[in-house]
């Protein structure tokens, strides 16, 4: 009888350690987003069988099941594939195993990234080309714009530190900034992103979320992933097809108004900003001095 109950002992002992190990050694598999599909990753011979996989595509419709059309702007193709990995232990050192958005209906698919140096609460790429663009460990870069944070649960929002909130995003929830209710350090101002996130900003030009712009023209906010804790701002008149002309003084160039500047006056442009010229033949414009040449 005894030496049964040391068997059930040790039974039981293995099944409480076995999720654990497997947890550790990075066998178990994450779990998609909820309602989203993820995309498996096959086999070596599953993938010779499907004519379509590798192949150039414009949509997941030209592209055999369960694959999908994947642009990876890392090498500006797009190709019908599937999951690269499941775990960290399927990628190089210093690439960890993350989920990005795939085709059209949501589905998620996991590819080997680099890890990188942003910090919680910073802007990243998904598919960064640089460690400088990419999340440092143990976060995840998600939302339409590209916010580094922690995984949270939704239904355990109080999990995520001050100054965050759960946020639900692709591909999962995360631990996203927020500044509106507790306010920014001298210097910084609370700017307002998608998906809920406000962060707190250096911010070069007009503050146009605070003061509206004047008619005809809307706010333009950019920043930059490589110019953390940075952003640059602008009240702007669209133009372009279907729309007014620019007033005089002004030029069109990529659907925004511009007031034109020179190079070599330094004056020409505010702080923040640089004056850059795309082509000899036409007016400078001015442009945040993080970005290169637009």
Partial sequence: ?????????AGVLLLLLLPLALLLSGV???APRQGARLIPMLEAAERRRLETYGRACMRSSECEAPLRCMRDPRTWRSICADSQCMSDSHCE??????GVAAGEDGSLMRLCVLMGTRKDGERCEVLPSRADEACGPGLLCGGREGWC????RLDAA??????SFCADVVPEPLCLPTCEARG??????CIRFEEGVSACMEVYGPNCQQSACP???VCKVLDGVTAPGKVWMACVRECGKGLPACPEGRFCFTRTCELPCEPHEPASCGSGFRCVKNNPGKPGRC???WSPTP
Avoid: A, F, I, N
């Fill in 28 to 30: 178990l598999r994450p």
């Fill in 149 to 152: 944070g922690r995984p949270c």
């Fill in 287 to 289: 442009w945040p001095d």
């Fill in 1 to 9: 009888m005894m030496k049964w109950r040391m068997v059930l002992g």
């Fill in 215 to 217: 008619e005809s023209q």
């Fill in 158 to 163: 109080k999990d995520c530190p001050e100054g």
């Fill in 93 to 98: 050192d210093g690439h960890v195993c993350r």
């Fill in 184 to 189: 920014c350090p001298t210097g910084q101002q």
